[in-house]
Nanobody
Framework: QVQLVESGGGLVQAGGSLRLACAASGGSFSSYNMGWFRQAPGKEREIVAAISWSGGSKYYRDSVKGRFTISRDNAKNTVVLQMNSLKYEDTARYYC??????????????????WGQGRQVTVSS
C-alpha cells in the first residue's frame, strides 16, 4: 500500500504564494507518475499539474501556466507544487495522486491509483 501525505497550503491574499508538498511511503516512489488535482465544493475534480516518474515530462492546465511549478525529489520521495500569483479562482482543496504504471504525464483522475487526503488552499479576493 502506498501512503501519500500532503502538507502546506493555507490561506493567502490574491497575488501571494503558497507551497504544497506530498510525501510518499510504502512503495518505489522513483517509479511513480505523480499529479496534483483540485476540487472546489460542488465542482468536478480537475487536473492542476502532473510530472512523469523521471521528471522529464510535465503538464500544467492552461489557467496555471506561468504561475505554478511542479517538481519532484526522488531521494526524499516528495513532489512539490509551488503556487505563485494566486487568484481567487485557485481556491479549492488540492490532492496529491500517484500512478504506479507507465512513464508519462496523466491528466485524468481515473488514471491514478493512490490519493492523499487533500489540503485546503484559500485565496481571498
Amino acid at each position: 500500500q502506498v501512503q501519500l501525505v500532503e502538507s502546506g497550503g493555507g490561506l493567502v491574499q490574491a497575488g501571494g504564494s503558497l507551497r504544497l508538498a506530498c510525501a510518499a511511503s510504502g512503495g518505489s516512489f522513483s517509479s511513480y507518475n505523480m499529479g496534483w488535482f483540485r476540487q472546489a465544493p460542488g465542482k468536478e475534480r480537475e487536473i492542476v499539474a502532473a510530472i512523469s516518474w523521471s521528471g522529464g515530462s510535465k503538464y500544467y492546465r492552461d489557467s496555471v501556466k506561468g504561475r505554478f511549478t511542479i517538481s519532484r525529489d526522488n531521494a526524499k520521495n516528495t513532489v512539490v507544487l509551488q503556487m505563485n500569483s494566486l487568484k481567487y479562482e485557485d481556491t479549492a482543496r488540492y490532492y496529491c495522486a500517484a500512478r504506479l504504471l507507465g512513464g508519462g504525464v496523466y491528466i485524468k483522475a481515473d488514471d491514478y491509483d493512490y490519493w492523499g487526503q487533500g489540503r485546503q488552499v484559500t485565496v481571498s479576493s
